[in-house]
């Protein structure tokens, strides 16, 4: 496992902080943010340091129904060459549903959304991650995501599904202890037990990063500082084992370097502080023997004989096979979740993590269409879901559009003012994202153009001009807008 040290997400906006940040050891940087053919000369300064750069995924969709998009790996692989990554990371996610699969329209999320933990979806994910660890130079390790919402019916808990993962495709890991506070506080999960469940021996890196609180619900917004229950959970993991790396996130609102530099001091001192603790143990005599749950995790194997039993008593096996009623994105009849702590889950019988046939793709696929669709397109919510919180989610999907839209369009909100996030709103109510972010902003304009706004001739000029620059064309005219239209209504319905 490659130690990487302390390090902090490498983003355009603070790349003259980060290269002065003292005691840096590592960068990380959004992949499809990156041109290998055309480093940032911030970048190239770092590496010339031997400051290491790991590419951070945000697009693949390996949690997805469709296997993983050649084109997409292939320039995943580019820009880890380019960069002489020593790893490259990813996401156990969907950020995409529909197509093919389901012969329904193909939606894009524009951001993370949770697989369920059926062991239908793990059978896809683990031959998806195959596929993807076949075309990568450099060894790939997914992180767990934060969620807004909880699928009904799951088979797995989260450190009982990356524990199979881990098992059956060898897959490192990426925790983020910011995500795992978030989904204690938005799903009720407990982070205790994860970091309990999972194979904690798998771990490539740690993620940490700040959020806020809004009406009961935490955003995983990397906009803030870190707060105290995310670093308590660091100190937790660190108890446990020793993580090669840990990196600070920031993706907007960047505050000032020292107080980057404040958050790093703090992460070092968090781990110095587990490491001092653990160093204590060992002296009084009392530290876990090699093999103790506490060090490679209650949902890992140990090589060369069974799980040792933790003093509180003997491990809770595995509940013997029952009929399950069918849930989203996973099978009926599948066996039920081992307890907390069991040494390992049984699989169903005949599942080999590589599906032989369509049928779990089907199921996956249907399952993420139908969630997806109300999401972004304002279908009825599957049955099993909190309203509330698919819509809280659905929101949040917007303003995520909003958001990186503004990023690489910045002279749309310059142009439009305090009226671009409410006229993005309205927009984005009926119309999903199909084709991505530069398309998206291209259709937003255009459907601004259409309904006569802005009303400001000076401000719709330069709306115009931006538009035609663009797509070296004339706006639409009034039969193309009607053809348009009609063609959108058939997709609604």
Avoid at 101 to 123: I, K
Avoid at 413 to 425: H, Q, S, T
């Amino acid at each position: 496992m490659t130690e990487l040290g302390i390090g902090i997400g490498w983003r355009p906006e603070i790349a003259d902080a980060v290269e002065a940040l003292p005691g840096v050891d590592w960068v990380e940087v959004v992949a499809e943010n990156v041109c290998p053919g055309h480093l940032p000369d911030s970048l190239t300064r770092l590496r010339s340091r031997g400051v290491r750069v790991v590419p951070h995924g945000v697009s693949l969709g390996l949690g997805g129904a469709d296997r993983p998009d050649a084109g997409r790996l292939a320039d995943l692989a580019a820009t880890a060459t380019a960069l002489g990554a020593p790893l490259v990371t990813e996401h156990i996610a969907f950020v995409r549903a529909g197509g093919a699969l389901t012969a329904t329209p193909a939606l894009e999320a524009g951001h993370l959304l949770p697989v369920p933990r059926t062991w239908d979806a793990l059978d896809v994910l683990c031959e998806n991650v195959r596929i993807a660890q076949d075309a990568l130079p450099v060894p790939l390790a997914l992180e767990n995501i934060a969620a807004l919402i909880s699928w009904p019916g799951e088979e797995l808990t989260e450190g009982q599904f990356l524990a199979e993962l881990v098992e059956r495709t060898g897959v490192r890991l990426l925790i983020d202890v910011a995500n795992l506070h978030t989904n204690h506080v938005n799903r009720g999960e407990s982070p205790s037990k994860a970091l309990a469940e999972l194979p904690v021996e798998a771990i490539a890196y740690v993620h940490v990063a700040g959020g806020l609180l809004r009406d009961g619900v935490w955003h995983d917004t990397h906009a803030h500082p870190v707060p105290e229950p995310v670093l308590d959970i660091l100190s937790e993991l660190a108890s446990r084992v020793s993580p090669p790396g840990v990196l600070l996130e920031r993706d907007d609102n960047f505050p000032a370097p020292e107080e980057l530099a404040s958050e790093l001091t703090t992460i070092r001192d968090r781990l110095a502080l587990a490491g001092t603790a653990d160093a204590e143990t060992a002296t009084a005599g009392t530290a876990p023997e090699a093999g103790h749950p506490l060090l490679i995790g209650a949902g890992a194997r140990v090589s060369g004989g069974p799980m040792p039993q933790p003093s509180g008593g003997p491990i809770p096996q595995p509940r013997p096979a029952e009929p399950a009623a069918a849930a989203p994105g996973g099978a009926a009849a599948r066996p039920a979740a081992a307890e907390p702590g069991a040494a390992r889950l049984t699989a169903p019988s005949g599942s080999t993590g590589s599906p032989r046939d369509t049928g779990a793709r089907e199921r996956v696929a249907v399952a993420q269409a139908a969630v997806l669709s109300a999401l972004v397109a304002g279908t009825p919510v599957p049955e099993g879901f909190d309203p509330v919180r698919v819509g809280v989610q659905g929101r949040a999907l917007v303003g995520k559009r909003a958001d990186v839209i503004a990023k690489i369009a910045p002279e749309l909100p310059e142009i439009l003012g305090d009226d671009y996030r409410p006229w993005f709103r309205a927009y984005a109510r009926s119309r999903p994202m199909t084709g991505g972010y530069r398309r998206d902003a291209l259709a937003f304009v255009e459907h601004l153009l259409v309904a006569g706004r802005p009303e400001d001739p000076d401000a719709r000029r330069r709306l115009t001009r931006w538009w035609q620059e663009r797509t070296d064309t004339r706006p639409p005219r009034p039969a193309a807008r009607l053809i348009r239209a009609a063609r959108a209504a058939l997709v609604r319905r």
